[in-house]
């Protein structure tokens, strides 16, 4: 939610600050702006809607050359996406600019504060209130840094805060409480950001600020401090990945792209943790010993979205490998419910963008709890790393279309990892080798799988005005059939919901009529007690009320054929790990639905990648 980017050094601000915003575009697209200090003044521009919009705008009234200056681009919380209600906001009679990311929960008690001291607000944001203190505090006190400070104790929520005064053109002044900020180290320059995309095409080298932290960055370098105002040390890394892998590289979309690179994401996810006789080792693990392990007696995946679908089939994998009772649990639920959580329970956080809030904040009450986090998480430096005791690293690479994909199937594969080293450690290893060695084959047979699709453009041209889909799963199709649902909801805006198959004469059916769509993840039916016949079945009992379906089998399975209206076959494979698979043809189906129906795969409506707010 909002992305934020602030910049000190000798190349052009203005330069560094739009394209800081472009790569964290994903994050929000409602309004975006920029604050520069040039000659001793504060120029602001700032535009509803999405970037292109503002720089349509520098391009017709251009800011002058400047070499410090902060960039927002806004997911609207508090008030409606308008040219005045755009980040960044400015006070004291241009004396300081701001932009912020967050929800402060505080803001109209100090809003009526300043309101009663004569200050008046021109927008409806909660954000304004930052900046009107801050200006309000420097006038009384002249020192910036003791007015920052201040600001910074007195908000309440959620808020990445970023500002500039026009008295001090060398200083950026940054805090962080529950939203994520990182610096990046340059060389005679340094950056902030959301994340490290706002800066890796200048650096790679780079530092995640901790909870409750400030910033002091000028062009010479940064100081790190606590918000009492002491020093802290900081730990730098480097980014893993360059510019490039960020950009569309020739796709259409950042979504197609990033559909493609799903057989090495889960092939890099892989990689160093899997050897030729599918034994698994988990470094990563370092954070939690064999006795931690050992003493487990239940899991609980927490997640939302995507990220919890993933969660559902990593439940499947763990307990029929390792035995462990598992439940998997939406994060915004689980902490509001009193779960039953101690020390002998392992929560396992999974969130491509580790800055998820509901996910950091069960991870909070689970850890309050004495249980152990395990997280498995796609960006470096992120706060859900920092805050477990032990992370796999998917190795999907950067993910900038909004609706998860490759990141979705990293995570699966994550989930597999993690399964195998607890059956492994808790010496349950009859399954161990046969599911390792078949796992090393997936990357090979995701890439299949996206070549025996076939044209998918003449489905979607054909379906783009219908007004429902269905999806059934059974097993692990049903976390499948629920992801599809929601990538289908996500990009094309078409109401789509996912039921477990068995569920259907329970219910749904009553939706099945003549021309529904129905997608159905059908069963391998070679697997030993296949639920193959079963589904078939339903296939029959909805094609009998004149729907249509559309059904993802394996390789082989002609019978479904007489069935479909269209089968997309995916490789033969274990049903366990068939997910991996089944999910492809989903992925592109969505996206081309959205396509035909001439939408903007990459930022649908009202949605941004990282939910940073609750
Ligand atoms: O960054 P996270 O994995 O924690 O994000 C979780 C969900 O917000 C995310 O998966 C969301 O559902 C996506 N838009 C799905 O495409």
Known sequence: MCGIVGYVGPKSALDVLLGGLRRLEYRGYDSAGVSVISEGEILTRKKAGKLSVLTEELESSPLSEASIGIGHTRWATHGAPTDGNAHPHT???????????????????????????????????????????????????????????????????AFTILAINRDDPDLVLAARRNSPLVIGIGEGENFLGSDVAAFVDHTKKAI??????????????FELMNFAG?????????????????????????????????????????????????????????????ADIAGINRII???????????????????????????????????????????NTLVVAISQSGETMDTLMAVRYATERGAKVLSICNTQGATLA????????????PEVAVA?????????????????????????????????????????????????????????????????????????????AMEGALKLKELSYIHAEGFAAGELKHGPIALVEAGQVVIVIVPSPSAEESLHAKVLANIQEINARGAE??????????????????????????????????????????????????????????????????
């Open 91 to 157: 006070a004291g009679d241009q004396q300081i600019s701001l932009i912020h990311n967050g929800i402060i929960e505080n803001f109209s008690e100090i809003k009526k504060e300043l309101e009663a001291a004569g200050v008046e607000f021109e927008s409806e944001t909660d954000t304004e209130v930052a900046a009107q203190l801050l200006a309000y505090e420097y006038s009384k006190t002249n020192d910036f840094e003791k007015s920052f400070l201040s600001v910074a104790n007195r908000l309440q929520g």
């Open 208 to 221: 995640s600020v901790g909870q409750d932290q400030i910033v002091k960055l000028r062009q010479s370098g």
């Open 230 to 290: 002491e020093e802290v040390q900081a730990e730098t890394f480097e980014v893993n990945w360059d510019a490039s892998a960020a950009s569309k590289g020739g796709w259409d979309s950042f979504m197609a792209k990033e559909i493609s690179e799903e057989p090495q994401a889960v092939g890099d996810t892989l990689m160093g943790r899997l050897g030729a006789d599918g034994d698994v080792e988990l470094t990563e693990f370092a954070g939690l010993s064999i």
């Open 301 to 343: 995946i927490t997640a939302c979205g995507t990220a919890a679908y993933a969660g559902e089939v990593a439940k499947y994998a763990i307990e029929q490998l390792a035995r462990i009772p598992v439940s998997v649990e939406l994060a915004h639920e689980l902490r509001y419910r009193d779960p039953v959580i101690d020390e």
């Open 386 to 397: 920092r805050e477990s005791n032990a992370t796999i690293y998917t190795h999907a690479g």
């Open 404 to 480: 998860s994909t490759k990141a979705f199937s990293a995570q699966i594969t994550a989930g597999y990892l993690l399964a195998l080293f607890l059956a492994k450690a808790l010496g349950k290893t009859d399954q161990v080798a046969k599911v390792g060695k078949e796992l090393l084959t997936l990357p090979r047979k995701v890439k299949k799988t996206l070549e025996m699709i076939g044209d998918v453009k003449a489905l979607a041209e054909e379906l783009k005005s219908t007004e429902s889909v269905l999806f059934l799963g059974r097993n692990v199709g049903f976390p499948i």
């Open 549 to 614: 379906v559309i059904a993802i089998a394996e390789s082989g399975d002609v019978e479904v054929a007489n069935y479909a209206k269209r089968v997309f076959y995916t490789p033969k494979t274990l049903p366990l790990l068939s997910p991996v698979l089944s999910v492809v043809p989903l992925h592109i189906f969505s996206m081309e639905l959205a396509k035909a129906k001439g939408l903007d795969v990459d930022q649908p409506r009202n949605l941004a990648k990282s939910v940073t707010v609750e």
